[in-house]
């Protein structure tokens, strides 16, 4: 299916453990962005990606690790997982930035860290 | 300081009144800024996007742009309960690769 989707829509996992999130869009777009949201602070951009191999930190970016090899995905991995970052985890695309350029969002992905 | 800010709410309005949602940033360079909309539990879906100064219509909804004053808004008339949910309002910044959220509005439209 065409757009941008998201894997695992649930995860738990275990304070310590690697876990990954994934980020896969069909529609070629240049720019991705990670998001967490938690009540009370809106969407806080973690990484994003203006292309393949480039990636750049956001407003949270500590305790994460993202890459990006092929354009259409991006994973977000935690190398170790803390009870803090269990939050909602979003995607994003966008085909290019500035002018006439919205972002569009995967499901997320709700992690809890226990 | 976040660089896109928003009155956390609620904001609470009758049926059919107008809802007018705020937003200020504080990036100057900042060119083009967008409004979303989420319902609980689900993914911010995109409204409206503007880039010039003054308003843009779109249906129902009106999108404000005063770029002297850092200031974003959208104006929703003949509100609806279906329109009861959270306002996102996200700009990019000046080298226009970041995109950042506000905190969101939780809107209320009570019939």
């Known amino acids: 299916d065409a757009g941008i989707t998201q894997s695992p829509r649930y995860k738990i996992t275990e304070t310590g453990r690697q876990v990954t999130l994934m980020c896969h869009q069909t529609w070629s777009h240049s720019y991705m962005f990670w998001y967490r949201q938690d009540l009370g602070h809106g969407l806080r951009l973690i990484y994003y990606s203006a292309a393949a191999d480039i990636t750049d930190k956001g407003e949270v970016p500590d305790g994460y690790v993202v890459s990006r090899s092929k354009t259409e995905n991006f994973p977000l991995t935690l190398e170790s997982a803390t009870r803090s970052q269990t939050s909602v985890y979003f995607c994003a695309s966008s085909e290019a930035t500035g002018t006439n350029t919205e972002a569009f969002f995967g499901q997320g992905t709700r992690l809890t860290v226990v | 300081q976040k660089e896109v800010e928003q009155n956390s709410g609620p904001l609470s309005v009758p049926e059919g009144a107008i809802a007018s949602l705020n937003c200020t940033y504080s990036?100057?360079?900042?060119?083009?800024f967008f409004w979303y909309r989420q319902y609980s539990g689900k993914s911010p879906e995109l409204i409206m996007s503007?880039?010039?100064?003054g308003d843009k219509e779109d249906g129902r909804f009106t999108a404000q742009l005063n770029k002297a004053s850092q200031y974003v808004s959208l104006l929703i008339r003949d509100s609806q309960p279906s329109d009861s949910a959270t306002y996102l309002c996200?700009?990019?910044?000046?080298?226009?690769?970041?995109?950042?959220f506000g905190g969101g509005t939780r809107l209320m439209v009570k019939p």
């Open positions: 503007i880039y010039s100064n």
């Open positions: 990036d100057r360079g900042s060119q083009s």
């Open positions: 996200a700009g990019y910044n000046n080298a226009g690769n970041m995109l950042t």
